[in-house]
C-alpha cells in the first residue's frame, strides 16, 4: 500500500493491478493517493482514515473481497453517505453496473477510459459532496436551532396549563412520550393508519396541548381535592370544547397540519371507543386516531401520578385498569399496543421524560440522516427503506431554490412555499387542492385535470413529472395560466414534480412535492454527465 503527498485530498485506488493503481494515481496526481489491493484491504483503509477520505476508485473484480462486496459492508457502514464512489472497470455486464448503483455507487467508469474525463468528475464529485456536507451541517444547526424554540414555546404554554392544575411538571413530557412509543407499535401491527415518522413526532407535538382548555375551568374545580359535583363535572368536561374553540379562533396559522392536529385532539382525547365519552359522543374511528393515542397516553399518565384527588396506581395496576375498560373503552389495536409496549412506558415513567427528548447531537443526525444523498432514479429496493420525508429531501436537494409545493395523501393538503403563494395569491395550506375554488380560478380547471391524469400515469419507475406553465390575458383581460406538457421554449415556468411511491407489496402513492423554475433559470445537474456544473446547483 502506498501514500502520495496529500495537495487537494485524498483518493482511495482500490485495484488489485499495481499498473492500473498507478496509472489512475499519476492521472489524479493533484491529490494525495493511498492504495488498496482489494475489498478487505480497503475496508481497512477506510476504518482508518474515514473522515479524510475524499473518493474512492473501486475496481469490481479482486481477490479476497470483490467491488461490489466492498459497496455492500461500505453501505451497512454508512461510509456511503459521505464518501462518494467512482466504480472503475473493463466489465460491462448490464447486471452488474446496476447492481453496483443499486449498492451505492456515485459513478461508474469503463476502461480504456480518457484521463481527462477521470480528472474532471472526481473533481466535480469531491467538490459536490464537500459543497453538500457544508450545507448538511447548516440544515443540521438551523433544524436543531428551529425544533428546539417549537418545543419550548408549546412545552412554556403547557406547562402554564399544568402550573394552574397542580399536576406533575412532567405531564405533557410523558404524554409526549407515550403518545410517540403506542403510535410506532400500532405502526408494526397493522396497516390501517398510515403514519410516516414525520407525523409521529407531529402528532406528539400536538399532544401538548391537549388540555389547553383548561385554562377555562375555575381554580376552585379544578385543584378540587375531593369528589365533584355533578355541575362542577360538568363544567370540568367543557375543557376539552373551550381548547378546541381557542385553537379554532387563532387569528394566525389556523390551517397549519400541527394546529388541525392539536384541535382534534384538544376536543376528542375524551371520547371513547364505545361513543361513551364527551363532548360529541363519537365512537369507533369516528375519533381521529391522533385523539384516540392521546387519549390512551393521557389516561395511563394520569393513573400512575399523583393527583390532588388521588394517590399514584403502580404501572401494574394502570395497565390492569386501562384493560379492564376501568377507564372507559379503547381501540382494541390500541391496548395491543399498550401491552406491546408496557415496559418501554414504565421506562419513561420511571426514568423520566427525558429519555426521548431530542437533544442537539439527535436532532442534527436525524438532520443529516434527512439530507442523505440518494439519486433521484433510486430502485424499489431502495425505495421501500425511505419513508415519505427523507425522499421529499432529497428531492429538493436537486432543485434550485426551496419546495415550490407538496401535497400529502395523509393529510390532504397541498403545501405553498411563501414565494409560490405570493406568486399566485393562494393561501400557503390548502385543503383538498383537487376541488378548491380559489387554486382551481388562478390555474383553470384544465390545468387541475392534466396534473390529476399525470400523477395517474406516473409510477415508482417513473415518478418525475414536467409541467409547463405560460401566464396569458384573454380577450377580456383577464390572467390566466396556460398548461403544457412539453417545452415549447415560450413558458414562464417549468414545473418539475415528483410523485412519491410507499412500495410494499404494492405501489401506494403516499404524495407530490416540486417546484417552480423560472424559464430563464439555469438548472440542475444530470447524473452521469461529464461536468458537473456545482456553482448552478448549489
Not at 451541517?137 to 436543531?144: E, I, N, P, T, V
Not at 412554556?156 to 405533557?172: D, P
Not at 387541475?448 to 418525475?464: Q, Y
Request: hydrophobic share 40%; with cysteine; proline share 3%.
Amino acid at each position: 500500500m502506498l501514500s502520495r503527498k496529500r495537495i487537494m485530498g485524498k483518493i482511495l485506488i482500490v485495484d488489485d493491478s499495481q499498473m492500473n493503481r498507478e496509472l489512475l494515481a499519476d492521472t489524479l496526481a493533484d491529490y494525495e493517493i493511498l492504495e488498496a489491493e482489494n475489498g478487505k484491504d480497503a475496508i481497512a483503509m477506510i476504518r482508518e482514515h474515514a473522515t479524510e477520505i475524499s473518493l474512492i476508485l473501486l475496481d469490481m473484480i479482486m481477490p479476497e473481497m470483490d467491488g461490489l462486496e466492498a459497496l455492500e459492508v461500505m453501505g451497512k457502514n454508512n461510509w456511503l453517505d459521505d464518501i462518494p464512489v467512482i466504480m472503475i472497470s473493463s466489465e460491462d455486464s448490464p447486471e452488474l453496473t446496476h447492481m453496483a448503483y443499486e449498492l451505492g455507487v456515485t459513478e461508474f467508469i469503463r476502461r480504456p477510459f480518457d484521463a481527462l474525463v477521470v480528472q474532471k468528475r472526481c473533481r466535480n464529485i469531491i467538490a459536490l459532496y464537500s459543497k453538500q456536507k457544508k450545507l448538511t451541517d447548516l440544515f443540521a444547526d438551523q433544524f436543531y436551532e428551529r425544533e428546539k424554540n417549537s418545543r419550548m414555546m408549546i412545552d412554556i404554554l403547557a406547562h402554564i396549563v399544568e402550573f394552574r392544575n397542580n399536576e406533575c411538571g412532567m405531564h405533557v413530557k410523558n404524554v409526549q412520550n407515550y403518545t410517540e412509543i403506542l403510535l410506532r407499535a400500532l405502526l408494526k401491527i397493522t396497516d390501517k393508519y398510515q403514519l410516516s415518522e414525520t407525523e409521529i413526532e407531529l402528532i406528539g407535538n400536538a399532544s401538548a396541548l391537549h388540555d389547553i382548555g383548561k385554562i377555562s375551568i375555575p381554580d376552585e374545580i379544578l385543584n378540587k381535592p375531593g369528589r365533584l359535583t355533578d355541575e362542577e363535572f360538568k363544567i370540568m368536561k367543557s375543557h376539552s370544547a373551550a381548547g378546541a374553540r381557542m385553537l379554532s379562533d387563532l387569528p394566525f396559522h389556523s390551517e397549519e397540519p400541527i394546529v388541525k392536529l392539536s384541535y382534534a385532539i384538544a376536543r376528542w382525547h375524551h371520547e371513547r371507543w364505545d361513543g361513551r365519552g364527551y363532548p360529541d359522543g363519537l365512537k369507533g374511528d369516528e375519533i381521529p386516531i391522533a385523539a384516540q393515542v392521546v387519549s390512551l397516553a393521557d389516561v395511563y399518565d394520569a393513573l400512575t401520578a399523583d393527583r390532588v384527588y388521588k394517590k399514584a396506581f403502580t404501572h401494574e395496576k394502570a395497565i390492569d385498569m386501562i384493560l379492564n375498560n376501568e377507564c372507559g373503552t379503547f381501540n382494541p389495536l390500541l391496548l395491543q399496543c399498550l401491552q406491546l409496549s408496557q415496559e418501554e412506558m414504565r421506562a419513561v415513567k420511571e426514568k423520566g421524560s427525558g429519555l426521548n427528548s431530542k437533544g442537539e447531537h439527535e436532532i442534527k443526525a436525524f438532520a443529516r440522516e434527512l439530507l442523505k444523498n440518494d439519486a433521484l432514479y433510486s430502485s424499489d429496493r431502495i425505495l421501500r427503506r425511505l419513508d415519505y420525508e427523507k425522499v421529499k429531501t432529497r428531492f429538493l436537494k436537486g432543485m434550485l431554490g426551496d419546495c415550490g409545493f407538496e401535497y400529502s395523501v395523509s393529510t390532504r393538503i397541498l403545501t405553498l412555499s411563501d414565494n409560490v403563494a405570493e406568486a399566485f395569491e393562494l393561501p400557503e395550506s390548502i385543503m383538498d387542492p383537487f376541488s378548491d375554488q380559489k387554486l382551481t380560478a388562478v390555474f383553470g380547471s384544465d390545468t387541475v385535470k392534466t396534473v390529476i391524469e399525470l400523477i395517474r400515469k406516473a409510477n415508482s419507475e417513473h415518478p418525475v413529472i414536467q409541467l409547463y406553465l405560460r401566464r396569458i390575458t384573454d380577450e377580456n383581460g383577464v390572467q390566466k395560466i396556460e398548461v403544457s406538457t412539453t417545452d415549447d421554449g415560450g413558458y414562464d415556468y417549468r414545473v418539475v414534480c415528483l410523485t412519491v411511491w410507499a412500495v410494499d407489496d404494492q405501489q401506494r402513492y403516499v404524495g407530490t412535492m416540486g417546484n417552480f423554475v423560472l424559464n430563464d433559470c439555469p438548472y440542475g445537474i444530470m447524473k452521469g454527465a461529464d461536468t458537473i456544473d456545482v456553482k448552478g446547483i448549489l
